[in-house]
């Protein structure tokens, strides 16, 4: 393959901080074979495979150092930050196997941003089982959780188990069995677990555990993020339309920030930057 391989952070003006992103543009899409192969090598939560290396309408496949993944949050932003460097700003069309999501390039402070509209959200409760499984996995107990923010496994793009903590302390001590994790969200159809702290109605903390791919934990997951919002809208805990921050990222020491704004309806639309890693 001789298409450049372009890697940038995710969610992030330091490219020290954010999640890195591989992404690479080619004219046709390598088999799948060398994609997984290509990710493994990278060894990022993602890499994006986009083509063609032209027009507003592409198409792009995404793949953790394990599996291919439906559809990627940070790596979309990081992806669409890219096109607007190579090709300019504008509106691009991005066809992933979750389905169309547009997504806006733009110039502002100075710094080429996106923004993407998910595929319309949806959620259902989480079932008692696959709670106290995780709960167990984790060593958080259920008094531990926020009753203000019900477990729920929650759809932007993939699926999320949303597990709400009551407090940034019970946050910040992450601990799991990684080989039993992985087997438990590949058995239930969960992608990342969400962890999160509701500091204000206006600004989350989040980490995402994620062995499905092969990471411990993602610095940013805007597929998450979207997943949030909708449910935060359809189960009525925000006022619409709204918008909150998420900080991602930080006990790793690769802040993250996304940027949440959850319309009336429709998709939910995720901000934010990214910049080379060089």
Not at 214 to 243: N, S, W
Request: net charge negative; aromatic share 8%; charged share 20%.
């Amino acid at each position: 393959m001789n298409q450049p391989l372009y890697r940038l952070a995710a969610f992030s003006t330091d490219p020290t901080k954010g999640n890195p992103t591989g992404v690479w543009i080619g004219d046709r899409l390598p088999d799948a074979e060398t994609m997984q192969a290509i990710a493994a090598e990278v060894g990022y939560s993602e890499t994006a495979f986009i083509v063609p290396t032209s027009g507003e309408t592409r198409t792009i496949r995404y793949y953790s150092p394990l599996a291919e993944v439906s559809f990627c949050g940070h790596a979309t932003i990081a992806s669409a930050v890219m096109l607007g460097h190579l090709s300019g700003t504008g509106i691009y069309q991005l066809d992933t196997r979750a389905g169309r999501v547009p997504v806006k390039v733009y110039r502002a402070n100075g710094q080429i941003q996106a923004t993407l509209t998910s595929v319309e959200p949806r959620h259902k409760p989480a079932s008692e089982g696959l709670v106290n499984d995780v709960l167990k996995l984790l060593g958080w107990s259920f008094d531990e959780l926020d009753p203000t923010l019900p477990p729920t496994v929650a759809y932007g793009g993939v699926w999320h188990l949303v597990l709400a903590a009551h407090s940034q302390d019970r946050l910040n001590r992450l601990d799991y069995d990684f080989d039993k994790l992985a087997a438990l969200m590949a058995r239930e159809g969960v992608t990342t677990l969400q962890l999160v702290f509701r500091e204000t109605n206006d600004l989350f903390h989040s980490r995402n555990p994620f062995p499905l791919g092969g990471v411990v934990e993602d610095p940013a997951t805007g597929a998450a993020a979207a997943a949030l919002g909708g449910y935060l809208r359809d189960a009525q805990l925000m006022d619409v339309p709204g918008k909150f921050l998420i900080r991602q990222g930080e006990a790793m020491g690769r802040l993250s920030l996304l940027q949440v704004e959850v319309p009336a309806q429709g998709g939910i639309i995720v901000a934010g930057t990214a910049v080379e890693i060089t």
